[in-house]
């Protein structure tokens, strides 16, 4: 990985970290499928016109099936899943379970596409997993059943992300990622604009002054749905795509790593969220337990060097 891929590493997480903010803003007010379907349509307001000027429309005519079944798995589930556990908990913590992608993302390439997992890489998943169980035993934020059904959903949801990955690799490496990305979000926008827009927002019922009209969504509601579509989805897919031609679908997932640290930032200056010391920690544990499955991290290594 080169030095620029880092850097658009970094950005990337910032904004995917910043996504699990926008969420927690916007979901509560709006309703899941109403966050869903705006920021798949705010994305393609984006992406269209690129994807006119750069003449690459006629590229994705030869894979629609496969790009309607891409963007139902990577954008129309995980997004409608998320929005949804964004209703009940906080930005940082969902940012800490999004981290589990790449845990999936090796099972999923062991189970489908046949790649080798080593025995580090067998304790990494299951180190991974005991990282989430800490994180669900933490009853600062998951005190509950409808926040542990939350965390659960957010799991499903990166597990997901991880079959989309390895779809995407498989299927539409000959894609461009502007192709790519304007497809899966096209196919998923055929799917939730029409009942978004016929259900209206859908406010959780504690809400103060729940909005029963588009026309009475609060602006700071806007103003996040307006960040949530066109920084953390439209150029966010945008650059993971390029990212994953570059680097592949294993060093790719390894932008969640930094997510985490941007999802507590965020939600802890924005939104006056508690980082506890079990997050911390259950960051820590699926951290090192996504080094391990996905072979950044060799305990054999480590004690061969410390031996020399």
Same mark, same amino acid.
């Given at each position: 990985?080169?030095?620029?891929?880092?850097?658009?590493?970094?950005?990337?997480?910032?904004?995917?970290?910043?996504?699990?903010?926008?969420?927690?803003?916007?979901?509560?007010?709006?309703?899941?499928?109403?966050?869903?379907?705006?920021?798949?349509?705010?994305?393609?307001?984006?992406?269209?016109?690129?994807?006119?000027?750069?003449?690459?429309?006629?590229?994705?005519?030869?894979?629609?099936?496969?790009?309607?079944?891409?963007?139902?798995?990577?954008?129309?589930?995980?997004?409608?899943?998320?929005?949804?556990?964004?209703?009940?908990?906080?930005?940082?913590?969902?940012?800490?379970?999004?981290?589990?992608?790449?845990?999936?993302?090796?099972?999923?390439?062991?189970?489908?596409?046949?790649?080798?997992?080593?025995?580090? @890489?067998?304790? =990494? %998943?299951? &180190?991974?997993?005991? /990282? !989430?169980?800490? #994180?669900?035993?933490? *009853?600062?934020?998951?005190?509950?059943?409808?926040?542990?059904?939350?965390?659960?959903?957010?799991?499903?949801?990166?597990?997901?992300?991880?079959?989309?990955?390895?779809?995407?690799?498989?299927?539409?490496?000959?894609?461009?990622?502007?192709?790519?990305?304007?497809?899966?979000?096209?196919?998923?926008?055929?799917?939730?604009?029409?009942?978004?827009?016929?259900?209206?927002?859908?406010?959780?019922?504690?809400?103060?002054?729940?909005?029963?009209?588009?026309?009475?969504?609060?602006?700071?509601?806007?103003? @996040?749905?307006? =960040? %949530?579509? &066109?920084?953390?989805? /439209? !150029?966010?897919? #945008?650059?993971?795509? *390029?990212?994953?031609?570059?680097?592949?679908?294993?060093?790719?997932?390894?932008?969640?790593?930094?997510?985490?640290?941007?999802?507590?930032?965020?939600?802890?200056?924005?939104?006056?969220?508690?980082?506890?010391?079990?997050?911390?920690?259950?960051?820590?544990?699926?951290?090192?337990?996504?080094?391990?499955?996905?072979?950044?991290?060799?305990?054999?290594?480590?004690?061969?060097?410390?031996?020399?």
């Amino acid at each position: 990985m080169t030095p620029r891929d880092f850097a658009q590493m970094l950005v990337l997480a910032a904004l995917w970290g910043g996504s699990f903010l926008f969420l927690r803003m916007a979901s509560p007010v709006v309703g899941p499928l109403a966050v869903a379907a705006f920021r798949i349509v705010g994305a393609l307001l984006l992406l269209w016109p690129l994807l006119l000027w750069q003449r690459q429309a006629r590229q994705m005519t030869n894979h629609i099936p496969m790009l309607l079944l891409s963007g139902l798995i990577s954008c129309v589930l995980p997004f409608l899943g998320f929005s949804q556990a964004a209703r009940g908990l906080p930005a940082g913590l969902l940012s800490i379970l999004n981290a589990t992608t790449p845990l999936w993302g090796a099972l999923v390439g062991w189970v489908w596409a046949r790649e080798r997992l080593s025995p580090s @890489a067998m304790a =990494g %998943l299951l &180190v991974g997993l005991s /990282g !989430v169980v800490l #994180l669900a035993a933490d *009853r600062t934020h998951v005190d509950s059943a409808l926040a542990h059904g939350a965390v659960a959903l957010a799991l499903g949801c990166t597990l997901t992300y991880a079959i989309a990955i390895h779809h995407t690799k498989r299927y539409l490496s000959e894609l461009p990622a502007l192709s790519v990305s304007t497809g899966c979000l096209s196919a998923a926008a055929l799917i939730l604009v029409v009942p978004a827009w016929m259900l209206g927002p859908q406010p959780v019922a504690t809400l103060p002054s729940p909005p029963t009209a588009w026309a009475e969504v609060p602006h700071i509601t806007w103003v @996040a749905l307006l =960040g %949530l579509a &066109v920084l953390c989805t /439209g !150029v966010a897919y #945008l650059m993971f795509y *390029r990212l994953l031609a570059r680097v592949g679908p294993t060093r790719a997932m390894t932008v969640t790593f930094l997510i985490p640290v941007f999802g507590m930032l965020w939600g802890w200056l924005f939104l006056d969220e508690e980082v506890t010391w079990s997050m911390l920690a259950g960051t820590a544990v699926i951290l090192l337990g996504t080094l391990l499955s996905n072979g950044l991290l060799s305990p054999r290594l480590f004690i061969k060097e410390r031996i020399a």
